[in-house]
């Protein structure tokens, strides 16, 4: 599963619960490496970092879950100040490799928390799974050392509104019968972006653009935004909102259609090259879709 920087249903409680919403700390599933702030005696009673890790890459995620599965907890603070200057570029190399260090430390992390839903992570990142990363036993040593609770905890207490596999339909490439899949083009990274119609992988998909996710509460996202059809003729990325609507999609595997309530169904539209919502029409090739990998 792939976590992202910020839970969008802490900051909507948040804005319920609290009249000064914009100056209200924020819990947070993840932070940036270059925005911790915590006590020194508490990073050491943590074990520090990885050093099986290196230079840069993946150690904010990999402390993140540390902190929350291990007893502790993570704010925003939005009233704090950090200054954060960018380089034209980095000071340091990656041992000849930027890629593939970042791509050790991400796996290192993955192997050490992500528990049942590890065989996901590589369902998303295929290409990481045969990967040597190093010897790990000290960090599943500390984490059963520091008594830290489960992946699934962490999900469904922290960032409830990321699904775990087991919530899902289907997952990964979703293609129709013309032979064109969904893409994201990297447009789930925020909000009001198209998703589009593009060429399928054959074999092992290695594009993370093409992983989409169809859950058991009937909806349809990307890594990290659900998609929405109330804003335009073709789906858009949205914050989940899990009150149906627009972000409500429903498979039935008889006709192959995804359908709304409005009749329409899930079309892969080659024109314009979006997913878009048309009249059902049984037979239409645009319209009949499979999915890489099914839990139905």
């Known amino acids: 599963a792939v976590v992202s ?13 609290d009249p000064f919403p914009i100056t209200a700390n924020l819990r947070t599933p993840t932070m940036a490496g270059g925005l ?24 904010n995620m990999e402390l993140s879950f540390r902190i929350w599965m291990c007893g502790g907890s993570m704010l925003f603070v939005p009233c704090s100040k950090v200054g954060h200057i960018f380089r034209p570029s980095h000071p340091y190399d990656f041992m000849g490799n930027n890629g593939d260090v970042v791509s050790t430390n991400y796996i290192r992390a993955a192997r050490v928390w992500f ?5 996901f992570f590589f369902k998303i990142r295929p290409q990481f799974k045969d990967k040597d990363v190093g010897d790990l036993t000290e960090r599943h040593e500390l984490r059963k050392r520091l008594n830290c609770k489960s992946y699934a905890w962490f999900i469904r207490n922290v960032f409830p509104e990321l699904p775990l596999e087991r919530d899902l339909l289907a997952s990964g490439q979703f293609r129709t019968d013309e032979d064109r899949c969904m ?25 993370s653009n093409r992983f ?14 659900c998609t929405d059809s109330g804003f335009a003729e073709h789906l858009q990325f949205h914050n989940c909102h899990h009150q149906g609507g627009g972000q409500k999609f429903v ?24 997913v ?3 009249p059902c029409v049984e ?14």
Request: proline residues 1%; contains cysteine.
């Open 212 to 225: 989409m996710m169809l859950t058991k509460e009937n909806t349809l996202m990307g890594l990290n935004f």
């Open 183 to 207: 893409d994201t083009r990297g447009g789930d990274l925020s909000q009001g972006n198209a998703l589009h119609l593009g060429s399928c992988t054959n074999g092992v998909n290695t594009n």
């Open 283 to 296: 037979g239409n090739k645009a319209q009949l879709w499979s999915f890489e990998f099914t839990y139905f």
């Open 115 to 119: 528990d049942d839903e590890l065989d």
């Open 5 to 17: 920087t910020q839970s969008t249903g802490e900051t909507e409680r948040r804005q319920k619960e």
């Open 276 to 278: 878009t919502m048309a």
């Open 36 to 59: 911790f702030a915590m006590d020194r005696l508490y990073f050491k009673e943590l074990g520090e970092y990885d050093d099986g890790m290196g230079v840069w890459g993946g150690e």
């Open 251 to 274: 498979y039935d595997p008889a006709t192959r259609q995804i359908r709304q309530d409005t009749g329409k169904c899930l079309t892969g539209d080659t024109k314009l090259e979006k």
